[in-house]
């Protein structure tokens, strides 16, 4: 058995019984940085199953959502210590429109759910051509 003394924790555990408030939405911690062509976001979701993420774009707005329900669900279990978050896990991001939204990719191993958003074609540096002034063309490079 373990022992621990936090009378907060114990009173909040016990409110959110009482009140069912435990699936109040809290945010996921998260990572995002660039790899070349590639923006890529990581959120802590462990103890998530794969089917209890959703994530949504809608328009320029990511929203993932994740939940993590109580594994007990036997009605004589009596919890000794609970200090792991249970409930609804969400975070909304704001897109740039220099990303492409069209083809993001999800991956979630070992409690962390990675997603790797391209940069949109028209946002890559490319090179214009000078015409010649007679014709008046110019061109772009890729």
Known sequence: ??????????LDRLAEQ?????SRPSAMPMDAY?????YVVAFDVPGVSRDAIDIDVERNMLTVRA???????????????TERPLGVFSRQLVLAD???TENIRADYEAGV????IPIAQRA??????IGDGESG??????
């Not at 660039?34 to 590639?38: A, E, P």
């Not at 759910?113 to 790797?116: A, N, P, Q, V």
Request: avoid cysteine.
């Open 67 to 81: 939940e993590r329900r109580p594994r007990h669900d036997a009605e004589n279990v009596q919890m000794e210590l």
């Open 18 to 22: 009482i009140t069912g408030t435990w």
């Open 124 to 129: 890559k540096p490319r090179r214009i051509s």
């Open 113 to 116: 759910l990675t997603l790797r």
């Open 98 to 100: 220099t990303l492409d």
């Open 137 to 142: 063309r110019t061109g772009i490079e890729s």
């Open 34 to 38: 660039r790899d070349q062509d590639t």
């Open 1 to 10: 058995m373990l022992m621990r003394t936090d009378p907060f924790r114990e």
